[in-house]
């Protein structure tokens, strides 16, 4: 197993064992973290647009496209509320994200051009990307099954994962000669931004 898969296991044991059976301090032997570090699997524009092309259904290819153009972590992008759109301001808005935090991340005009598509055909009431039934978003699960059926039928086999669109988003804009800082801003930008009264969304 991984060092963090044992830490957070040894973790576990021992807040189970001092704070819910009032044990005395329970005191395991944990191996060092190694020092090894991998760089992350990048995908190119070519096989991102392999990989969006071969999903059957308009809201599987527009939920990955929207998952890859605004870095997103899996986590908030099935999360994604019809409210959480602010198109004035070019921005989407991530409730309790990472860190229990509120965010803002960038909103490229292409794809909010996509998601007006996608709420046009589909008219989802609350969830973005709703799932079965619809009261309920689209489970991490499920969208991990969307990602693997699109890369095998684009024939995408270098281990790539729903995380490779995060990373694959910011090396893109790294190599196109963003600054590092702006790149940061754009993967977490802070919920220091105050929302301004926006027009309305979805579109009438």
Same mark, same amino acid.
């Given at each position: 197993?991984?060092? !963090? !898969?044992?830490?957070?296991? *040894?973790?576990?044991?021992?807040?189970?064992?001092?704070? %819910?059976?009032?044990?005395d301090v329970l005191h395991l032997h944990r191996p060092p973290r190694t020092g090894r570090s991998q760089l992350p699997q990048i995908l190119s524009i070519e096989a991102l647009q392999r990989l969006f092309t071969p999903a059957k259904h308009p809201?599987?290819?527009?939920?990955?496209?929207?998952?890859?153009? *605004?870095?997103?972590?899996? !986590? *908030?992008?099935?999360?994604?509320?019809? %409210?959480?759109?602010?198109?004035?301001?070019?921005?989407?808005?991530?409730?309790?994200?990472?860190?229990?935090?509120?965010?803002?991340?960038?909103?490229?005009? *292409?794809?909010?051009?996509?998601l007006r598509q996608w709420w046009t055909a589909a008219r989802p009431q609350a969830w973005l990307f709703p799932g079965r039934p619809p009261v309920n978003p689209l489970t991490y699960r499920q969208l991990n099954r969307i990602f693997h059926l699109a890369a095998e039928a684009a024939e995408i086999r270098q281990g790539a994962t729903l995380h490779t669109l995060r990373h694959s988003f910011a090396t893109h804009l790294l190599e196109s000669k963003l600054d590092i800082r702006m790149i940061q801003a754009l993967l977490a930008t802070s919920a220091s931004i105050r929302p301004r009264t926006t027009r309305a969304w979805p579109p009438t």
């Open positions: 197993m991984a060092w !963090s !898969s044992c830490h957070q296991a *040894a973790a576990g044991l021992q807040f189970f064992s001092t704070h %819910t059976l009032g044990w809201r599987h290819r527009i939920l990955l496209m929207t998952t890859y153009a *605004a870095g997103l972590r899996v !986590s *908030a992008g099935v999360r994604l509320k019809l %409210t959480d759109i602010e198109s004035e301001r070019m921005l989407l808005r991530i409730e309790q994200g990472k860190g229990r935090k509120d965010r803002y991340v960038m909103l490229p005009p *292409a794809l909010l051009e996509m």
